[in-house]
């Protein structure tokens, strides 16, 4: 299926299947209903790295069906009439989602951390896909600069879901010029873990990020256990 559309196309070709759980590679398939699909990210950059697409067609409540050319990208779909029904739609599907992370983090590390939804402000596939990431950023995949600096959540390049939302609710949302965008991601790497240092190369960073997760790790655990013993005593 790949092949055939372009590397580029294989989103919008599996928001396009009538039976995606049956349809799809193995190991590909999350969840899906009549308006959303969601996979696993085939190049995870974190533990627990999600896309969500909206269905093509994609039922609209009045009735209809959003034009495919308004799912093409973010900045299409900003453009249209039904962003905010559509984005509503994504956003309920991500609370799904992210309840479903932390349900398998607290069974897996026995503990939760944040989760973060958004957009990349520029796609690199076709079709709208909102990423439902967490934040530790430990995946072997994420080997270079641009794909740090494309989820950081303080650079700008990342969109988050809810700010992207109220922006359309109070008027719209107004991309910036590719340019721009593509320039955050020669930013130098810089730790989303306070003092926020900066590093010369991906392994440091990953040295760095793997030992201040293990931390909070501990230090949750840790106030879990005396949260536990305080209510027993008590």
């Known amino acids: ?31 899906s209903d009549e308006k959303t699909l969601t996979i696993f990210d085939g190049y995870e950059k974190a533990k627990y790295h999600l896309l969500i697409l909206p269905r093509a067609p994609f039922p609209l409540e009045s009735g209809g069906t959003v034009p495919a050319s308004h799912l093409v990208n973010l900045a299409s779909l900003l453009k249209s009439p039904h962003a905010l029904e559509v984005l509503k739609v994504l956003e309920r599907q991500a ?13 897996e590390e026995g ?47 990342f969109l988050h879901l809810s700010n992207v939302i109220r922006e359309v609710e109070n008027g719209g949302y ?31 960073l990953q040295r760095h990020l793997q030992r201040e997760w293990e931390k909070e790790g501990r230090t949750r655990k840790q106030a879990a256990g005396q949260a536990e013993s305080n209510s027993k005593s008590g």
């Open 111 to 157: 503990w939760s951390w944040d989760v973060r939804v958004g957009f990349h402000a520029v796609e690199s596939m076709r079709h709208v896909h909102l990423h439902v990431i967490s934040s530790d950023m430990l995946s072997p995949k994420l080997k270079n600069k641009k794909h740090w600096n494309s989820f950081h959540p303080t650079l700008g390049y």
């Open 174 to 204: 107004v991309l910036d010029s590719r340019a721009s965008y593509e320039a955050l991601l020669k930013e130098p790497l810089v730790s989303t873990y306070p003092p926020y240092e900066t590093f010369k190369t991906i392994p440091d």
């Open 95 to 107: 609370d799904e989602v992210k309840e479903m992370i932390r349900d398998e983090m607290e069974k």
């Open 1 to 31: 299926m790949g092949s055939r559309a372009g590397w580029d196309r294989v989103l919008e070709d599996y928001a396009k299947l009538k039976s995606p759980e049956r349809e799809l590679p193995p190991g590909v398939w999350v969840t």
